[in-house]
Each structure stands twice: as C-alpha cells, then as structure tokens.
Nanobody, 115 residues
Framework: QVQLVESGGGLVQPGGSLRLSCAASGSIIGIYAMGWYRQAPGKQRELVATITTGGITNYADSEKGRFTISRDNAKNTVYLQMNSLKPEDTAVYYC?????????WGKGTLVTVSS
C-alpha cells in the first residue's frame, strides 16, 4: 500500500501563491509518476499536473505558466507551486501516485481563493 498525505492548502487572495506538498510512504518502490488533481464543488476531478520519477512533467493547459510541479525523490515528496491564483482555482487538491497499474490517492487539501 501507498500512503499519500497532502499539506499546504488554505485561504489565499486572488493573485496570491501557495505551495502544496505531498509526502509518500509505505510501498513507494515502483511509483513511476505522481501528480496533482483537483475537484471543485459540483465538478469532476481534473488533472492539474504530473511528474515522473525521471522528472518529465505534464500540465493541464489552464495551469501552464502559473503552476509548477516538482519532486524530491530523497524525501518521497511532490510539490505544487501555485502562483497568480484565481477564484476558479478553488478546489480540493488531491495527490496521486501511480504504481504497478494502480492509482493511489491522498485525502485532499482544500485551496480557497477569495478576497
């Protein structure tokens, strides 16, 4: 089993920044990609960004240039730096890990962008 624990969410004003963290533990050998997804109220969960163990990144079009995903393999942690936040970025952000054909999810961290 893989455990993923997110942190760093909170309330931020439009135009502000937040950095989310996701720490992986448990059976982490074999995780080949990690990423962030988000789910806004009344909407489906959607991709934000992913990163492979080799550092290859992928972003949803709406986040390109504003969000940056990175990982510290030594700490088994993935980060999401979010800049120029907009009210429409308000959502629960979930960490995802892919291992041996299975998806693992954290419990999520709430990001609220509001003045």
């Amino acid at each position: 089993q893989v455990q993923l624990v997110e942190s760093g969410g909170g309330l931020v004003q439009p135009g502000g920044s937040l950095r989310l963290s996701c720490a992986a533990s448990g059976s982490i050998i074999g995780i080949y990609a990690m990423g962030w997804y988000r789910q806004a109220p009344g909407k489906q969960r959607e991709l934000v960004a992913t990163i492979t163990t080799g550092g290859i990144t992928n972003y949803a079009d709406s986040e390109k240039g504003r969000f940056t995903i990175s990982r510290d393999n030594a700490k088994n942690t993935v980060y999401l730096q979010m800049n120029s936040l907009k009210p429409e970025d308000t959502a629960v952000y979930y960490c995802n890990g892919k291992r041996r054909g299975m998806d693992y999810w954290g419990k999520g961290t709430l990001v609220t962008v509001s003045s």
